[in-house]
């Protein structure tokens, strides 16, 4: 199901981008992991809530120290491209770094 360089139009047909491909959730993902991991709120905003009520039941458990891993994953996020972020996170819904 790729549609890299369409986007959908109101009546359902793909158009052609002009601009490079962009993620519109690479971003907004990699600084709610930064941030605050530690609620897991990048793992809520990417849909992953089994993934995020499990984040959320670590921190508590450890008192916090399990936020590293949403901080590890946030900086992963911002330095992969927005075409591999998409194939891994979007579209392979691939749950943990």
Known sequence: MEN???????????????GP???EKR?????LGILVGWLALNKFYLGYKKEAL?????NIITCGAASVIPFIEGILYLFM??????DTYV???KGWL
């Not at 360089?5 to 002009?18: H, L, M, P, S, V």
């Not at 499990?54 to 670590?58: P, T, V, Y």
Request: overall charge positive.
């Open 27 to 31: 971003i907004p993902a990699a600084l």
């Open 91 to 93: 579209y392979g819904k």
């Open 54 to 58: 499990i984040q959320l039941g670590l």
């Open 81 to 86: 491209s927005d075409k591999q972020f998409d």
């Open 4 to 18: 890299y360089g369409y986007t959908k139009t109101e009546n359902g047909q793909n158009q052609q981008n002009n």
């Open 21 to 23: 491909y962009r993620s």
